[in-house]
């Protein structure tokens, strides 16, 4: 095959390197490869390193297990908890805000004596403050308690697993019932709640147990014969003992003229019982303790009026046991925040025997056993009563009422073992 030169067409001898006519290089000629600095090498290295490692460490956290915590209250009773986006409130609180924690609770009582107090938890949406425990629940395993005993204390706190208790305390998630004496000293419990994740929340509450002492003052000891004595006693009594004292008052057998109004601490009334006569209020006792600790008693004492008025007016917690109530516009009344109950009582010829009209946040005694109810217009009038705790009328009688029970709030009642005539 004839050569031909690629740059002038002319023909070329067969091992010719130059072409004779135009002297051009007959060698094909390679582009020369522009070299890569070696720094610009190091940093693409550097690059594709650095996004292996970040996809490395990616898929780690995204495979990695979760790690649970621990969240505690310290002393502020409160623990703030996010949970799939939505934030909580948890505290420990009294029943009359919700949302302000309750770290410290003040009890006191007599050495031996077995007292009881509720313990309530709360779980609150941390924006609005409204109630958030039937979401959350759904995300916890477990709630439980556990008590730090004072080392100092006598005896030791208990605290009854907790439990929800719509009747005692409907606004609470949970109550947990502790039962201590007076020498117990400053235990704490602990609410331990675990979520399912396994996060642990505790909320912690201290017991400041104050030992009571017990004061009693006997007709025999002391002037109480009229109305003004036992007023001039009542305001030594206010002035010399501790709210947080029992203060028992054992009264003599007369008849006391003029209304009575019970302000500033509690006070627990025995009537005279020695057979040499009774205990007899013929004007309104009012019970306005403000500064009440404990619930204020009325024992074996006759109110007896005289067709119109209030024979027991009471706006705090009280209790009335083995007491008469005859011809009152209102044998006995229950009216502001307060729990009121009777037991062993006889009412009758009143216009109403017993009036609830209480809007309080706790019930303290359930039981209105062994009460009469006779010949009045009506027996018991239930207007408004605090919580829904169950009024158990065991043992009572209803005879000759015009009506015996106008409920009506709609209170739930147990009439199962009450008798009407």
């Given at each position: 095959m004839?050569?031909?030169c690629?740059?002038?067409?002319a ?6 390197a ?6 051009q290089?007959?060698h094909?000629?390679?582009?020369p490869?522009?070299?890569t600095?070696?720094?610009r090498?190091?940093l ?6 650095a996004v292996?490692?970040?996809?490395g460490i990616?898929?780690?956290y995204a495979?990695?297990p979760?790690v649970p ?6 002393s502020?009773?409160?623990?703030h ?10 505290t420990v609180a ?17 050495e031996?004596?077995v007292?009881?107090?509720p ?6 949406y941390?924006d ?7 979401e959350f629940s759904?995300q916890?395993?477990s709630v439980h308690m ?8 006598a005896?030791?706190l208990?605290?009854e697993?907790?439990?929800n208790?719509?009747?005692y305390?409907?606004d609470?998630?949970m109550v947990?019932?502790?039962e201590f004496s007076?020498?117990?000293g ?8 675990t979520?399912?994740?396994g996060d642990i ?7 400041h147990?104050t030992l009571?002492?017990t004061?009693?003052?006997?007709y025999?000891?002391y002037p ?5 004595q036992?007023?001039a006693?009542l305001d030594q009594?206010q ?5 947080l ?12 003229t ?9 006070y627990?009334?025995?009537g005279?019982t ?7 209020f013929?004007?309104?006792v009012?019970v ?8 204020n008693?009325?024992c074996d004492i006759d109110f ?12 705090d917690?009280?209790?009335?046991e083995r007491?008469?109530?005859t011809?009152w ?17 006889d009412?009758?010829?009143n216009?109403i025997?017993?009036?609830?009209n ?10 209105f056993?062994d009460n009469?109810?006779?010949d009045n217009t ?7 009563v605090?919580t829904?705790?169950v009024i158990?009328l065991?043992?009572?009688r209803f005879?000759g009422n015009?009506?015996?029970i106008d409920n009506r709030?709609d209170?739930p009642?147990d009439?199962?073992?009450?008798v009407?005539?």
């Open positions: 004839n050569r031909t690629p740059h002038c067409g023909p070329l001898p067969e091992d010719a130059f072409c004779p006519h135009c002297a290089d007959l094909p000629r390679k582009r490869r522009v070299p600095p070696i720094r090498r190091f693409l290295g550097l690059l594709c390193a292996l490692a970040a996809a990616g898929l780690f495979r990695r979760y915590q621990v969240y505690d209250s310290g502020a009773g409160e623990v908890y996010t949970l799939d986006g939505t934030a909580y409130q948890l009294w029943p009359d805000n919700r949302c302000d924690p309750a770290p410290d609770i003040h009890q006191s009582g007599r031996g004596d007292n009881r107090w313990s309530r938890l709360y779980v609150n941390k609005s403050g409204t109630d958030g425990w039937d759904q916890v395993a556990e008590v730090e005993q004072d080392p100092q204390g005896s030791d208990i605290a697993e907790p439990v208790r719509d009747q305390s409907p609470a998630a947990s019932v502790l007076g020498d117990c400053e235990p704490q419990v602990v609410w331990v709640i979520m399912n994740n929340i505790r909320l912690r509450q201290t017991m147990v009571i002492h004061h009693v003052y006997d025999h000891d109480m014969e009229t109305m003004d036992l007023k006693l009594i002035a010399e003992t501790n709210r004292d029992e203060v028992i008052v054992y009264l003599p057998p007369v008849t006391y003029g209304q009575l109004e019970l302000t500033g601490r509690s627990e009334f025995h005279c020695d057979g040499s006569g009774r205990t007899v013929t004007d309104t009012k306005a303790t403000a500064d009440s600790y404990w619930i008693y009325f007896v009026g005289s067709g119109g008025g209030v024979g027991l007016s009471m706006s917690n009280g209790r009335a007491c008469s109530f011809g516009r209102t044998a006995v009344l229950g009216y502001g925040t307060a729990w009121v109950s009777l037991g062993e009582c009412l009758r010829d216009t025997g017993f009036h609830f209480s809007t309080g946040q706790s019930a303290n005694d359930y039981l056993n009469v109810f006779a009506t027996a018991m009038l239930l207007e408004n605090p829904d705790q158990e065991h043992g009572c005879t015009g009506t015996d709030c209170h009642l009439v199962s073992q009450a009407f005539e």
